[in-house]
């Protein structure tokens, strides 16, 4: 495939990964769009597994503590099968959350993830947030110590 037409595939299948997968919460696109084997890097994120599944129990704990989240992509940078994402996130805390009780509070945060994109499916996810600030906002276990 040309670089350009996998630069254009791989930008479709992130706008798919955030505006249907995680605003929408449409769990049945994680088997379209995640890989198997995908692996997801968040070192600030609970680590629930590989593939498709892992993908969906994240997806569950995150719109769960956040039933409004909503990503908003900012930038975006393609390469070929690496697309670079810079968003901002806003929700309301209305379940529990990393330990933190709800708040009712509504949140706002920045972050970053890259995907990589084999085949059409996403192979791996590294991400990046401000997970301090969001702990602190939510007076959880973080902002504690």
Known sequence: MPAAAMSEESRAVARRFFTELWNKGDLRVADELIDIDAVN?????????????????L?????????????????????????????????????????????????????????????????EVFTNWDTLSLMRHLGGPIAAE
Do not use: C
């Not at 890097?41 to 129990?57: F, I, V």
């Open 41 to 57: 890097h968040d070192p600030a994120g609970p680590q629930l597994g590989m593939g498709p599944e892992a993908t969906k129990r």
């Open 59 to 123: 997806i569950k704990l995150y719109r769960n503590a956040f039933p409004d989240l909503e990503l908003q992509i900012e930038h975006i940078i393609v390469d070929n099968r690496m697309v670079a994402i810079r968003w901002v996130s806003s929700g309301t805390h209305r379940g529990e959350f990393l330990g933190a009780a709800p708040t009712d509070k509504r949140v706002l945060l920045e972050g970053i993830s890259i995907l990589q994109v084999d085949r059409g499916k996403i192979s």
